[in-house]
């Protein structure tokens, strides 16, 4: 992939930075519990994830349904916020 096939998304923390994709309800935790992070992509580089919640409708759903969409409600984040949120909602308490 050529640096034009990425897209990327201006953070307000990190600035300008590679868009990833993960489950709204990693962003919104309003708990600051762990919610699990499942990892899902088969291609290096493309970085996707979702909590435990999402994992359990996707296999229901067997695979990425409308239904699954409309639970997850996917969200762009910058590559750094996706590495704290993994660190986060990946910790076991």
Known sequence: MSEDDY?????????????????????????HRPLGFIENSSEPGDKQAWCHQCEEVFTAQDG???EFRKFNDMALVCESCYELIKTRHSQTN
């Open 64 to 66: 990425m349904t409308d």
């Open 7 to 31: 897209l990327y998304v201006d953070c307000d923390k990190h600035g300008r930075g590679l868009a990833v994709v993960v489950c709204r309800h990693l962003c919104d935790d309003k708990d």
